[in-house]
């Protein structure tokens, strides 16, 4: 496997990846092709990455400078390749290129049911460090916020 910057050929799969999985955050696409406006002399810019093999994308991860903090916006590995590292390849990606671009830390928000995600975060080193109170809509839900010092 492979990973690589998404670019905007990738939205169509991103999408369908994204529709596919019940726990990720559900963008509208308009909002996935604003990933790829440039955004020089912004205060805030967003990075997306994508894992592919011979058979096509397996997962992406999109996250969000503000300032010298990061937010990781959402991340989903393909049903069929999970619990094989894939999640924790795309998070290597973005602690590195957050530490080279001098981030200061990454938050994230994750459903308080989402066990699976919140083990993914914590063995990659997030601690919890907070709860958003009926946070999520549809079905409402606390968040708790992670975050990884950099
Ligand atoms: C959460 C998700 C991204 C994890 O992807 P993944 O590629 O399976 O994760 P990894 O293989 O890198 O997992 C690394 C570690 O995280 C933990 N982990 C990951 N998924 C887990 C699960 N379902 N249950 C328990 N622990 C889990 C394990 O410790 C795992 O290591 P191990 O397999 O050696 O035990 C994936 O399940 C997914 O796409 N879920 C739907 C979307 C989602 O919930 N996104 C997060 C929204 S905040």
Redesign the pocket.
């Known amino acids: 496997v492979r990973v690589r910057l998404a670019s905007p050929i990738d939205i169509p799969t991103i999408v369908d990846l994204e529709r596919a999985?019940t726990?990720?955050?559900h963008w509208p696409r308009h909002q996935y092709e604003t990933l790829f406006v440039p955004t020089r002399d912004r205060p805030s810019e967003s990075k997306a990455w994508v894992v592919e093999d011979e058979s096509g994308m397996l997962?992406f991860l999109v996250a969000r400078r503000v300032g010298a903090e990061w937010e990781l916006e959402?991340?989903?590995?393909a049903e069929g390749?999970?619990?094989?590292?894939?999640?924790?390849?795309l998070l290597d990606k973005l602690v590195a290129h957050a530490r080279a671009e001098q981030g200061s830390g990454i938050f994230?928000?994750?459903?308080a049911s989402?066990?699976?995600?919140r083990?993914?975060y914590r063995?990659a080193g997030f601690e919890e460090v907070g709860l958003r109170k009926s946070y999520y809509a549809n079905p409402c839900e606390d968040a708790i916020l992670g975050r990884l010092r950099l």
Do not use: F, M, Y
Not at 108 to 111: A, F, H, K, Y
Not at 114 to 117: D, H, I, S
């Open positions: 999985s726990p990720a955050a997962a959402n991340i989903v590995v390749v999970r619990r094989r590292g894939v999640a924790t390849l994230l928000e994750v459903r989402n066990e699976g995600a083990a993914l063995k």
